[in-house]
């Protein structure tokens, strides 16, 4: 018997963040093997995840991946752990077609309780028709209880614990108003001093937690069965994959190395000065405009990548890893392997699910990006993409020789991105 369970909000904004991690390191604390995960395509609550206990976080999507997919990932990281965490997105019954892909759908279909937290800043007793209504709505999802946050007085949280009794739904506590739960920005990077802030925060999450929440209840609520899948080491396929790691390149999703069957070998463009030998170089996304400077100072590295590349080396980039590709961003040289300048003037959020179709081949994956190629000097898409409705989005996907890019990162963990270079 373990523990599991989903944290679920009634929308964005509404502390998940700061309970997930809180409870992630409060655990953790107590020598507790703790599993992260989480809902839907981000790759940044992973990052602060993996802080939190040590161990690498797991996206579960709907979109990008099967059913059955989900199930065995989730199946498959649990079973040598204590406790699974899955930090949900948005509110819990958003999806990306109504509920379906939403928290409260994973929730259901890995058959696992859900902890809804509540904000109730200015708010008290009418928390209990948000109870009511989230408990209510869809009665399959099994709400274990509620955890309280923003919650500014001992007293303030007697008026919230009475709603929870009179919508007959468990009160696990609550986080109260604290100055210092002020979640990282998303866009810090992973610097040494973004690093030193996110620990911060992860503390004294974890501090707060410990003080008003009740978690060895919260644990007792939460017990589930999982059965013990046997750990049989994956056929490698012979080939050797160079990994971009650092500050400046991190967006990965783990399932998606696992996938590959290779040999990884992790390298950094700001501070190696060559490539390692690679049957593939992988570019993720990331935080190069952060590092611009440092990235343009590193000539050797981005030699070595426009050799690679000239020479027929196969490299798949994805949105800051084109970037890297590119002649450069706002002024700073990149590696020139693609005559795009990119920028960061007039930045807008572009993001969504995508289905990339290449002739013969296609992925799932997610856009996600503030950056713009502003010259393209006629570089035409070797892919159509479309977003979640099935409409055409004018995003491209570039190849020269055997380099692939674009700004979609891709989900390939069900499938052989091989195919890529087949077709």
């Known amino acids: 018997m373990k523990h599991a369970f989903l944290i679920a909000a009634a929308s964005s904004g509404c502390g998940k963040t700061t309970l997930s991690l809180g409870l992630m390191r409060a655990l953790s604390r107590r020598n507790a093997e703790v599993q992260p995960f989480k809902c839907g395509p ?5 990052q602060y995840h993996r802080l939190a206990t040590g161990r690498d976080s797991i996206n579960l999507d709907l979109f990008m991946s099967s ?24 509110g819990m019954f958003d999806g990306f077609d109504d509920m379906n892909g939403s928290a409260a759908d994973i929730a259901l279909k890995l058959d696992i309780p859900v902890i809804l937290l509540i904000n109730a800043a200015s708010s008290s007793f009418s928390v209990a028709a948000t109870i009511f209504g989230f408990t209510r709505f869809r009665p399959e999802v099994k709400v274990a209880g509620v955890v309280f946050n923003r919650v500014a007085s001992a007293n303030h949280f007697r008026f919230l614990k009475d ?14 108003k604290n100055e210092k739960l002020q979640t990282p920005s998303r866009h810090l990077g992973l ?15 974890a501090s707060e937690t410990e003080k008003t929440v009740d978690i060895d209840r919260l644990l007792d609520a939460t ?4 059965q013990p899948k046997e750990q049989t080491a994956p056929t490698k396929n012979a080939l050797t994959v160079a990994v971009a790691r650092d500050e400046a390149f991190n967006f990965i999703y783990p ?7 290779a040999d990884i070998v992790f390298f950094s463009p700001l501070h190696d000065s060559s490539l390692p030998k690679a049957d593939l170089v992988y570019l993720p996304g990331g935080y190069p405009e952060l590092f611009s400077e440092e990235l343009e100072t590193n000539e050797a590295m981005r030699k070595a990548i426009k ?3 000239e020479n027929d080396g196969k490299i798949l980039a994805e949105c800051g890893g084109m970037i890297y590709l590119s002649d450069e961003i706002d002024g700073r040289k990149m590696c020139g392997v693609f005559p795009l300048k990119t920028t960061m003037k007039g930045a807008r959020l ?17 856009e996600f990006h503030y950056s713009d190629v502003e010259d393209h000097v006629g570089l035409s898409s070797v892919a159509q993409q479309y977003n979640l409705r099935g409409e055409s989005v004018s995003t491209p996907v570039y190849r020269y020789k055997n380099v692939f890019a674009g700004y979609t990162h891709l989900y390939w963990a069900e499938t052989d991105i091989f195919t890529l270079w087949k077709q």
């Open 67 to 90: 059913e059955s997919h989900v199930r065995n990932l989730f199946d498959r990281y649990s079973s040598n752990a204590d406790i699974s965490i899955i930090e949900g997105a948005m």
């Open 350 to 366: 572009k993001l969504g699910y995508r289905r990339v179709v290449f002739d013969g081949f296609e992925i799932s994956g997610h």
């Open 191 to 205: 610097s040494l001093e973004s690093m030193s802030e996110i620990e911060r925060f992860i503390d004294v999450a």
């Open 42 to 46: 981000d790759y940044i609550d992973t």
């Open 223 to 226: 017990t589930i069965e999982i």
């Open 307 to 309: 050799d690679y590349a």
């Open 163 to 176: 709603a929870c009794q009179a919508t007959g739904v468990e009160c696990f506590g609550y986080i109260g």
């Open 255 to 261: 399932a998606n190395l696992e996938q590959l069957h």
